[in-house]
């Protein structure tokens, strides 16, 4: 990609024989938020460390501006802020203190780390609070906290791996109008979740990661347009077990999930449905009640892996 902020091409990493990450290419401009998709597992945490230059992969190449991340790692993570899934907080010190902390990490003198502590807390909405210790904070405080300390040294990219994890709504919204305006500030972001809602919200582009490799990749109407003409199609069994491999084998079912009395499918045309409600009635169950809706990332990932993004 021209103009690519970050770019990072056939990225590769294993844990013993089993690769965490097969082929792994993104990117992602100044002013856009990447969002990584995948299952649990898929390999997005292990694609961000060696994106931020924690983890070297064992194949591929990562340039950051240009620039080979690996040639000069520490240049490159001072332009880069990473927002960990696990929380690293400084429990017993202040808010301020904590932010203080990581602006000096990244090289920043005293007279500058108060000046940007106080900037970035009134930016995640904790001023008021700021010297106050993390620990009696809630789940979602302490993750805009953590965002805070990552935005402390003005990296050009943010890197934020399941942000959301344990937030409560109010702190998702605050979390999610943020980055919102970093991304207007001309701040480049990358986002993983296992929430297609969270990335059909936010991102500008779309990666979706499945067993260490990206499965389909564009902007959101782009990867809707794959199923086009679909419709998604819920059924509520009042009761039985469905013949699931029945309904799978119907022309135009392209994808089909169960979640106890619940089925949720992923159909090519209106056919397809009629088709299905008609073999759920030869199998003698009765739906208590369907209805159809758009089709979503959800059903797109169900489409291409014949498997669930959620557990
Ligand atoms: N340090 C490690 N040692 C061995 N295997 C690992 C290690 N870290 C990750 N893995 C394995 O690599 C694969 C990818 O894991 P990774 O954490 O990157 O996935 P993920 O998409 O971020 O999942 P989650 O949403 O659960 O965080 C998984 O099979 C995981 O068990």
Redesign the pocket.
């Given at each position: 990609m021209q103009d690519a902020l970050l770019q990072a091409t056939a990225l590769r990493k294993h844990?013993?024989p089993?690769p965490?990450v097969a082929d792994v290419s993104l990117a992602v401009r100044r002013g856009e938020l990447l969002g990584l998709l995948?299952p649990?597992?898929?390999?997005?945490?292990?694609?961000v460390a060696m994106l931020c230059g924690l983890l070297p992969p064992d194949g591929g190449e990562i340039r950051l501006g240009g620039q080979a991340l690996l040639a000069e790692p520490d240049a490159a993570k001072r332009r880069i802020g990473l927002v960990p899934?696990e929380l690293a907080l400084f429990e017993t010190l202040s808010a301020r203190r904590n932010v203080e902390l990581f602006g000096a990490l990244y090289g920043l003198d005293r007279a500058r780390q108060r000046q940007r502590a106080q900037a970035v807390l009134a930016q995640v909405g904790l001023l008021e609070r700021a010297d106050e210790a993390p620990r009696a904070f809630s789940g979602g405080m302490k993750r805009r906290l953590h965002i805070a300390c990552a935005l402390v040294h003005e990296p050009d990219l943010i890197v934020l791996d399941?942000p959301t994890a344990g937030v409560d709504p109010h702190s998702r919204n605050a979390i999610f109008e943020l980055l919102e305006g970093l991304k207007r500030a001309g701040k480049a972001l990358i986002y993983?979740s296992?929430y297609m809602e969270e990335v059909e919200r936010l991102a500008d582009r779309i990666v979706i990661?499945d067993h260490?490799r990206v499965v389909a990749e564009g902007r959101l109407a782009e990867l809707l347009q794959r199923l086009e003409g679909g419709q998604g199609l819920d059924i509520e069994l009042a009761q039985g077990e469905p013949e699931l491999a029945a309904l799978q084998s119907l022309p135009g079912v392209q994808g089909l999930r169960r979640e106890g009395s619940r089925l949720r499918l992923a159909l090519a045309d209106w056919q397809a449905g009629i088709a299905v409600l008609q073999a759920l009635a030869a199998q003698g169950l009765q739906p208590a009640r369907w209805s159809s809706s758009r089709v979503t990332l959800e059903d797109l990932f169900l489409t291409l892996t014949g498997r669930q993004l959620r557990d």
């Open positions: 844990y013993g089993r965490a995948g649990n597992g898929a390999g997005k945490s292990t694609t899934q399941e993983t296992h990661l260490g």
